[in-house]
């Protein structure tokens, strides 16, 4: 037996058998490492891929949701993780660790979270990871398409997906609207992954015509509740009937939608419902404080300059209910300088200010962000301390939304709601079903500064602003008109002339359906039933006929507004700010309808129903909330449903919704001359702009006095209506005085320039012989100076200029040809003058040669002895 070494033995010697075992294993595996290696090298790129590929599905099978805390723990591709690294995304939340993997397996996924928890990457990193699986290229299409609801939200969807996967080789593209069609319908058809607005996508599906999305692998909605709920119903039917039947769904949102009809619509094939926080607690983040405070609407303005004015370190949201508020306030805010930068976005602004706003605020430290809810779903404005609820949320929802724009990933944040002594029994009841905990705190007086008396004095000095707060007075009025939960909201409530003089404003705007809707309701405040018992008055109650007739004008209109009546983009804004102004119009119509039918006459003229932005007479009809289209197209904000307006559910009834509303039920399409006609007959007079000149003459501007009538006319007009025929009758004869006044104008205009052309060449002549008389006079001299002698002729010819002068003067009609004859005579002459006449050399010569007998004046025997003289010198 040969001695064996002990290896504990620190002195004994290794046994070289086993180092070398251990040394062939190493050189073993190493050598198989090099051929594979090698045999890697030489095979393609493509095939690399394709094995890499396949082994990551492979994997996918083998996910374990417990197993994962990093995205690394996921079979992604390099490619992905290495953005998500650099973007320094490592550890997962728990609604990406819940939802990628089922979504690597190809399955539909409903997800809801809570705010700021990281849905984004949740649905970001399986996009990337689909087209990755199937090599997608640019010649492929249209791969992957993201719908949000909101432009801001689209946008920053976007800049994180150009983060995350810019390690791919795809190419991706925003389309929301605001910019060019044209631009983006070159481009979109390169496009792998589209980020999108729905109303902008549909108009593009309807307008480009090579767009197609044939061969989509993804569909995924973001904020999939906004999206599916009744305001985007027919836009995203519109879409979804574009799209493959055969594809993948995400649907992600903070509150999310059960409806089976929404999924069936959205073709889901079981879908894995995915609700991260539904046994927590609260719906809301831990760190988010919220509370409430209960104050009068008159208040509420001084209070928001107080709470800024103690709160100016701090990054702010406010959010109001219309865009006319934020307009109105954002201004008056800018003037009373709290002491802290003021933003203001709402869906009103031109899309470049909506961007810029957006990303001022993103990289602002202390400032405070006034906003309608286009700003309530899914921005991540980073560092957010506060979420000041202005005007009272529609709902929970809602109310979720925006105060999960503070308090997100981890951070802390505080959110105060604002609630009206008539809101507040109703909302918080909402806010604790929905598990959001508020608690109710105290405004302390003492801190309260009140701000009226200077809005007063602004709005006393600033016509354009006393509008806006008119026109804030009555959006907020409508707002809470149009609010479907009429528990919370009660507009009667109203203490509407307090509001009026809180906004700065002396008397309160009329409000024309706040007036209506008193007549309709009864006279007495409460009615007693036949029972003898106490019935509180409520909203007129309608037959069962009725009721199938608004539904169906509704239905009826609506597919009118959203399948072609509208530009999709403008359908897109409706979309975003909840309800268009041409469709108010069509509610105020039907309010009419509902007057009409309870026996009372609606009072309004209206100028234009059929355009959707309407001129009207100002003030009378302030309550149109007609639009000054301060930032192009977009729509106002009103988040409301429009079917819940009049307490109808349209979605529900299917028969009414099949039912075809007879011709009659439409609303009379009214013509502009009918308008104007109703508008005369009302005897409207239009305001005259007179001027005085300065000798003190009045001078009438505007309207402009019609010159080809006489005043007696003109008088007896003005006490009747309107008669067309006699109207175009005088136009035509305006227009024969204005031509003939436009001739006479010409007609002396050229007169004059023609004068002035042959005063002009009469000028030229003038110097013409003036300077050719000196030059010859020049030579003569010149002449005279060698030759000591005198030529009478270069003398000018005083009568023929007299002759000239003359004719110039005497006939001012006969100028032009006269002058050309001359000029022509003069011509002649002058050729007759230099043919027969000497010139000054020739005339040298001539002279010695033509000798002709000079008198000299003197005696002969003077001239004898001058003569001799003369040729003594010469010789
Ligand atoms: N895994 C992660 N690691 C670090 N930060 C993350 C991670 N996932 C998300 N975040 C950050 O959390 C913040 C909120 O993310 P995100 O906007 O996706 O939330 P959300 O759930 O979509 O919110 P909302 O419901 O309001 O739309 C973002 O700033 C994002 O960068």
């Given amino acids: 037996m040969g001695k064996t070494t002990d290896s504990r033995d620190p002195g004994a010697r290794p046994d070289p058998v086993r180092s070398f075992n251990r040394w062939k294993k190493k050189h073993r595996h190493k050598q198989s490492q090099k051929k594979q290696l090698r045999k890697q090298l030489k095979k393609p790129e493509w095939q690399v891929e394709r094995e890499v590929i396949s082994r990551l599905m492979q994997n996918y099978e083998k996910i374990n949701v417990n197993e994962i805390t990093r995205f690394s723990d996921f079979p992604l591709s390099k490619k992905t993780l290495k953005g998500l690294q650099e973007a320094q995304y490592r550890l997962v939340t728990e609604i990406q660790k819940q939802t990628i993997g089922l979504a690597l397996q190809g399955k539909d996924v409903l997800g809801a979270a809570k705010t700021g928890s990281g849905k984004t990457l949740a649905f970001l990193v399986p996009v990337l990871e689909a087209l990755y699986r199937l090599q997608w290229t640019s010649m492929d299409g249209l791969g992957v398409l993201i719908i949000s609801p909101t432009r801001e939200l689209a946008y920053q969807t976007f800049e994180v997906l150009r983060k995350v996967g810019k390690n791919h080789d795809f190419s991706a593209g925003l389309i929301i609207g605001g910019k060019d069609l044209k631009h983006e319908a070159e481009r979109i058809n390169n496009i792998n992954i589209l980020v999108c607005t729905p109303g902008r996508l549909l108009q593009h599906m309807d307008e480009t015509i090579c767009f197609h999305a044939t061969n989509l692998q993804m569909l995924v909605l973001d904020e999939a509740d906004r999206i599916l709920d009744m305001g985007f119903a027919d836009t995203m039917n519109a879409i979804i009937e574009n799209l493959p039947k055969k594809r993948q769904t995400l649907l992600f949102s903070a509150t999310q939608t059960k ?515 000196e030059e010859e006079a020049f030579l003569d001299w010149s002449d005279d100076d060698d030759d000591n002698g005198f030529d009478p002729s270069t003398l000018p010819d005083p009568d023929k200029y007299r002759s000239s002068e003359e004719s110039d003067s005497e006939d001012l009609e006969n100028k032009t040809s006269d002058t050309k004859k001359k000029q022509g005579m003069r011509k002649r002459n002058n050729r007759e003058v230099e043919d027969v006449g000497p010139t000054g050399q020739n005339r040298k010569k001539s002279k010695w040669e033509t000798l002709e007998p000079v008198d000299t004046g003197l005696s002969l025997a003077e001239d004898e002895e001058l003569v001799l003289h003369l040729l003594r010198s010469q010789s």
């Avoid at 109710?440 to 000095?461: H, R, W, Y």
């Avoid at 009615?527 to 009826?556: G, H």
């Avoid at 009414?656 to 009214?670: A, G």
């Fill in 259 to 773: 409806s089976v009809k929404d999924l069936a619509r959205l073709s889901l094939k079981n879908p894995e419902y995915i609700w991260v926080h539904e046994k927590a607690k609260y719906s809301t983040p831990a760190t988010l404080e919220q509370n409430y405070i209960v104050c009068e609407l008159q208040q509420k303005i001084s209070v928001l300059y107080s709470f800024l004015r103690s709160h100016l370190k701090k990054k702010s949201i406010v959010f109001f209910s219309s865009c006319k508020e934020v307009q109105y306030l954002y201004r008056v805010f800018c003037r009373l300088r709290p002491g802290i930068s003021i933003l203001a976005l709402h869906g009103r602004q031109q899309q470049m200010r909506r961007m810029e706003v957006y990303n001022e605020f993103v990289h602002k430290r202390a400032a405070v962000l006034f906003a309608t809810d286009i700003a309530a779903r899914g921005l991540d404005f980073p560092a957010v301390n506060w979420v000041l609820q202005f005007d009272c949320p529609e709902d929970a929802n809602t109310y979720i939304h925006r105060a999960g724009r503070t308090a997100r990933y981890k951070e802390d944040g505080e959110a105060l709601l604002i609630l009206l002594p008539s809101e507040e029994k109703g909302m918080v009841q909402q806010l604790l079903q929905k598990k959001v905990p508020v608690k109710e705190i105290k405004i302390n007086p003492e801190k309260l500064i009140d701000v009226q008396k200077k809005l007063e004095s602004f709005l006393a000095q600033d016509r354009d602003l006393k509008e806006r707060a008119q026109r804030c007075f009555v959006s907020y009025i409508r707002s809470v008109y149009l609010m479907k939960d009429k528990e919370i909201f009660d507009v009667s409530k109203l203490p509407i002339p307090e509001y009026a003089l809180s906004l700065g404003l002396a008397v309160a705007p009329r409000v024309r359906f706040l007036q209506r809707m008193q007549k309709l309701q009864p006279t007495t405040e409460q009615v007693v039933s036949q029972d003898n018992e106490v019935i509180e008055p409520r909203a007129p109650s309608l037959t069962s006929d009725e009721v199938e007739e608004f539904r169906a004008y509704f239905n009826e209109k609506m597919s009118i507004l959203q399948k072609g009546g509208k530009r999709p983009e403008e359908t897109e804004y409706r979309l975003d700010d909840g309800i268009s102004d041409e469709e108010k119009e069509d509610e105020e119509g039907m309010e009419e309808k509902l007057a009409k039918a309870k026996g009372s006459q609606p009072q309004c003229v209206r100028s234009d129903e059929g355009s959707q932005k309407t001129k009207e007479v100002p003030v009378q009809f302030l309550d149109r909330d007609e639009e000054e289209e301060e930032d192009g197209l977009d729509a106002d904000f009103f988040k409301v449903k429009r079917h819940n307006v009049f307490g109808l559910n349209l979605k529900e009834n299917k028969t009414s919704q099949k039912k075809e509303p007879s011709k009659s039920r439409l609303k009379k399409k009214v013509t502009k001359v009918a308008e104007a006609k109703k508008v005369m007959k009302r005897n409207f007079k239009v305001n005259k702009k007179i001027t005085f000149t300065d000798e003190g003459e009045l001078v009438q501007q505007w309207p402009q006095v019609q010159k080809s009538v006489s005043k007696e006319t003109e008088e007896e007009d003005d006490a009747g209506g309107i008669n067309l025929d006699k109207a175009k009758e005088r136009l035509q004869e305006e227009d024969k005085f204005d031509k003939e006044e436009y001739r006479k104008k010409i007609k002396a205009k050229h007169r004059e320039k023609r004068l002035k052309e042959r005063e002009a060449r009469r000028e030229a002549n003038k110097k013409q012989a003036k300077v050719k008389d």
